[in-house]
């Protein structure tokens, strides 16, 4: 079973974009935008509670179709994803990407990444396509 929870209503501000992405981590979704208009949203893994995915104000950086990623995991650990698909770097380290080795379960009902936000390689490739480097990228809890 998956842990419930719920958040309060909460309203967020944002500037006039021609295009812009919304993460809401409580509720694993991610709002993609054109001015005004919602065009898609899409279901996310985000960080779990021991590596949290930042919040704040950002804007897409760099754009690579695939790229391997290691680091550490919270016990010290290493890991190493190779081919990780479709990621836009929008905060350091931090991404939105593919992924493909979780299941498609986890996506709109649990956080698990290391402050990545993850989605299905399909949508990631959607997103992608439609983002050009600087797209605001505004994260909120």
Not at 98 to 114: A, E, M
Request: glycine residues 8%; aromatic residues 16%; positive net charge.
């Amino acid at each position: 079973s998956l842990p419930v929870s719920y958040a309060p209503f909460k309203t967020i501000s944002t500037g006039y974009y021609p295009k812009w992405i919304e993460a809401d981590i409580t509720n694993k979704r991610l709002y993609v935008h054109e001015y005004t208009e919602t065009v898609k949203t899409i279901l996310i893994s985000a960080g779990a509670p021991a590596t949290p995915t930042v919040n704040g104000q950002y804007a897409v950086g760099a754009k690579l179709a695939s790229q391997d990623m290691r680091g550490r995991n919270v016990d010290g650990s290493n890991y190493f994803q190779p081919r990780v698909p479709w990621i836009m770097y929008f905060y350091n380290d931090y991404a939105i990407h593919g992924n493909y080795w979780r299941p498609l379960s986890y996506f709109g009902h649990l956080n698990s990444s290391h402050g990545c936000i993850g989605m299905t390689p399909a949508d990631a490739a959607w997103l992608y396509d439609w983002t050009p480097k600087g797209t605001p990228v505004i994260v909120y809890k």
